[in-house]
């Protein structure tokens, strides 16, 4: 007969068992043995409870090993290793408000677990909490500075929030904790990789494969170093093989390609990763591969046998617009585009709509966007749809993004139209059998070639014309778009073969703006946003993506030319800063002659433009809705005609207003007229009080006469529809007289 004593040593001697069957991976065996313990055992069952629950959590069977652990909990309710198990069941449920609920309770009985504090950040990281998330990892490591979760976390977490050069550094450190996780050093390689270090991320990927050859995910990850490198063929073998050791690798890897819309096709062609990477770094103002990058675009987009590694990515016809490509270029580009879409649509089987003529008394105009929020287009576009003259035109609007709550804009939009239409969750196909539906006679894109756009939509061709307006500022260079409305400064005669759509040329600006925009005077101070207050405030407060090398260097002449000037420009990103920092270094302007504007709500940023003195204005992608907002705060705006639309935008402006003074046709006039206000405040102030004066006299800010103009030129593309005619480029002609 058993004695206690051999009692007692049986259950340690399971429990041990129990314990090697988890740690060797036979969890089956680990469930059965707990399960008998338990039924044959009753006494100190926290144990096999506690171990029964991670068998059954490791193989998947999370609901029923929650329960197990709830009850382990009642046994013993301040044991934190349970607890933590409750909250890692109700995370993998996807419960994960009641998992960070759970978590902050038992943080109050041990507030110094580091484990605790790192399970918080991944939580929070998962509701979309990033800075808290940042906060819990932090207070994890100053706990344990080795804790494996919070150092595999934060360095990517880092890097999501901008942070790529602190990234940077935790990577590095992580991995020299680390050195044996392969995790570490894959955290590494994407840092290096988030910085344009590619030939040390290479070797890390060497490192790493040398070791574990099949590893999936590293292999991907080498293919794209590889392609940034232009190691083309090499690239392709690494991420074809990635993709045969895990199907699921392009997910893991680059995990927002799982949220793209199901009509997106993300494509890996190395090429095409290579030139999508080198224009990421253009937009952080790394120039280091620019010229190079530039140059091989040129060329691709030159020789019709490499087109295809462009063309499968229609979002480059935009991010070719912030570049040094001449205008035969990126309509060549963008057709190349348009002839890919227009194949691909129909291979969706859609029988080609057929129109025909209406007869009713009023047009309906449909507005295809994905920005009826608060985005650029949106705002500028904002009093469109409820200033159409309803006698005239009904206005449907077909949103293709959207998100609660709704913001001003959307709800202005929606009040604005006759019929608003919520189509984000509708195929290509269903959106353009919708459109067909409600007998759009004319669809206006607002969206063009860029990032969110539904171009197949109007491949289908829905409506017997189709219109390209605002968002888009070059031609489509697609046959299923008739029209673009443009001006005679943006698109002079010379200039009409640029555009392969017919050209509808409003007699003043093409640009709406709205007029509600607040224009009361600023309460806060240059202080407050560290500007000088005795100094000559440059700034340009485009999107960094729009700086390049050329215009930078003669921003920083003017710099060294007027020695109390500073130039404010837009980005709170720390590595843009670093780079604009090291470039004005090298051409011989210290880092504290730039200062950075932070994002802020938008009519706190507009009413910001007050206390600069100059605006001076990008080159190949100039101001559009910036330059708009910077004149409507009184800011004069210093520009350089270019040849390509995007360069000519600002300066259609300024003709408009009767501003001729601020246009220049050379980076040597721009200099001298930048530093001639700088050094002539008289001149600037009667610069200033001229602007204020032409903004009420001139059309530019007169929004209900330029949508007349619209309307107008919807009303001539109709008729010629209607009378059988094919589209022509025309000129509308200026209502200013006929409106009361």
Known sequence: MATKENTKIDRAETNARILHFLQTAQYAEA??????????????????????GVALQLQGKVEQALAVFWTASELEP?????QQAIASCLDQLKRHEEAFEHLLTLLELAPQDA??????????????????????????????????????????????LGRKIEALAHCRNAYHIHPESIGSLFNLVDALLGMYHYDEALAYCEVGLASQPDHANLLFKKGLVLSCLKQFTEARHCLASAQVLDPKVLENVLPGIAKLDLNVEFNLNPETLYFDAMYQGQTKCFWKYRSEFVKQLQKTILSPGSLT???????????????????????????????????????????????????????????????????????????????????????YAYSTFNHEPKDHVRLSVEAGCSQFRDV??????????LMYEDEIDILVDLNGYTALARTNVMAMRPAPIQVLYLAYLQSMGADFIDYVILDSAICPIEHEHDWQEKVAKLPNSSYVYDTETSRSSIAKTRKDFGLPEKGFVFCCLNNCYKIEPEIFTVWMDILRAVPDSVLWLL???????????????????????????????????????????????TFWYGAHTTALDALWQGLPVLCCMGEVPTARVAPTFLKVLDMPELITYDFEQYVEKAIFYAENRDALKNLKEKLKEKIKTTPLFDTPLTIKHIEAAYQHMWQRYQDGLPPETFDVPDLSQTIN
């Open 31 to 52: 469930e059965k043995l707990s399960a008998w313990l338990l039924s044959n055992d009753a006494e100190n069952a926290f144990e096999p409870n506690f171990y029964f």
């Open 571 to 617: 980005t709170d990103n720390p590595f843009i800063i670093e780079n604009l920092q090291k470039e004005a270094y090298a051409r011989g302007v210290k880092k504290n002659r730039l200062i950075f504007a932070l994002s802020l709500p938008h009519a706190e940023h507009l009413l910001r433009y007050q206390l600069a003195d100059l605006f001076i204005d």
């Open 115 to 160: 484990l605790i504090n790192a399970n918080l950040g991944a939580i929070s990281e998962k509701l979309y909490k990033g800075k808290e998330a940042l906060s819990y990892y932090d207070t994890a490591l100053s706990l344990d500075p080795k804790n494996y979760i919070a150092l595999m976390n934060r360095g990517a977490l880092l890097s999501n």
């Open 78 to 82: 301040h044991n934190t290793n349970v």
């Open 309 to 395: 590694q462009l063309v499968s990515n229609p979002e480059f016809g935009f991010q070719a617009l912030s570049l040094a490509i001449d205008g035969n270029s990126r309509l060549k580009l963008c057709q190349n585009i348009a002839e890919l879409v227009t194949d691909l649509t129909w291979l969706q089987g859609l029988p080609p709509f057929k129109h025909k003529k209406r007869d009713r008394e009023l047009i309906r105009i449909g507005y295809f966007s994905s920005d009826f929020r608060d985005h650029p287009t949106g705002l500028l576009s904002r009093q469109i749809f409820g200033l159409h003259d309803k006698e005239r035109v009904e206005v």
């Open 424 to 433: 984000s969750t509708l195929s290509d196909r269903q959106i353009a059998e």
